[in-house]
C-alpha cells in the first residue's frame, strides 16, 4: 500500500527543502519506496480532518491504510524498521542510530527554530539585538561538540543512517546563515548529505511544487 504524506501547499521556506515533509521524502528516496503527496494550505491544517491526524495542526503526517502517524522523527524512523537502508543491522549500531536521531531532532533542532523564530518573529522588537547572540551561542555550543563527535568522519557513526538524514536536514536550515562558517567539517558532513541521490530526488519534487504553486 502506497503511503499518503502531508505538506504544505505554499511552502514559507520558498523551495528551499526546510519544510519537515522534505526530510520524510528523502527518507523514502533512500529506501525505494513511493509514496503520495496531499498538499494542503494553513487553513486547511486547522480544520478537523486534519486534526484527526495531527492535533498540533502541522505537517507531515504519514497514512497508509488504518495507520496514521505525526512528528517527522516518529515517521522516519517507522520508514526505517520496515525497509532496509537507513538503520544497521547490527542491534548496538541500530541502536546508536536511534540515538542520533533523537539527537538531532530534541538537541540540535530546538535551539536553531528559536533562532529562526527571533528573527522572524523579534525582528523588531528592542531586545532583540541582544537576544539574537545570546541564541546563536547556544547553537555554537552545540555544533562544537557536534564536530568534535564527527571528527574526520563522513557520517556520524559508521555507516550513512537516519541519525545522519535527520542531523542533516536540521543543520541544512543553518546554511546562509554564516553559523557552519567556524565547524567546516559539519559543513562538509552537510554538503554530502545534499550530495546524496536520494536527496537531490525528494529535493527536486519539494522544490518542483513550489514551482507550480508560484505559476498558478
Not at 502517524?69 to 524498521?81: D, K
Not at 528573527?119 to 555554537?140: C, T
Not at 563522513?154 to 546563515?177: E, H, N, Y
Amino acid at each position: 500500500m502506497t503511503a499518503t504524506i502531508t505538506a504544505f501547499e505554499r511552502s514559507p521556506d520558498g523551495g528551499r527543502g526546510l519544510a519537515r515533509d522534505m526530510r520524510v521524502r528523502w527518507a523514502l528516496e533512500e529506501v525505494g519506496q513511493p509514496y503520495e503527496i496531499r498538499r494542503l494550505s494553513f487553513e486547511a491544517m486547522k480544520e478537523p480532518a486534519h486534526l484527526s491526524c495531527h492535533p498540533f495542526g502541522q505537517i507531515p503526517t504519514w497514512e497508509e491504510g488504518e495507520l496514521v502517524l505525526f512528528e517527522s522523527g516518529a515517521i522516519i524512523l517507522h520508514i526505517a524498521e520496515r525497509h532496509a537502508g537507513l538503520l544497521p543491522m547490527d542491534a548496538n549500531a541500530r541502536a546508536r542510530a536511534v540515538t542520533w536521531m533523537f539527537a538531532a531532532v530534541s538537541t540540535m533542532e530546538p535551539p536553531i527554530i528559536e533562532r529562526e523564530a527571533a528573527s522572524y518573529l523579534e525582528r523588531d522588537r528592542p531586545w532583540h539585538a541582544e537576544r539574537l547572540p545570546v541564541l546563536e551561542e547556544r547553537i555554537h555550543e552545540r555544533l562544537g561538540a557536534l564536530s568534535t563527535r564527527l571528527g574526520d568522519a563522513d557520517w556520524l557513526d559508521g555507516g550513512f543512517s537516519a541519525g545522519d538524514l535527520l542531523m542533516v536536514s536540521v543543520l541544512v536550515r543553518l546554511k546562509g546563515a554564516g553559523l557552519l562558517d567556524k565547524h567546516p567539517n559539519l559543513a562538509a558532513y552537510v554538503a554530502r548529505g545534499e550530495a546524496r541521490p536520494a536527496y537531490q530526488r525528494a529535493f527536486d519534487a519539494q522544490r518542483a511544487v513550489f514551482h507550480d504553486r508560484s505559476v498558478n
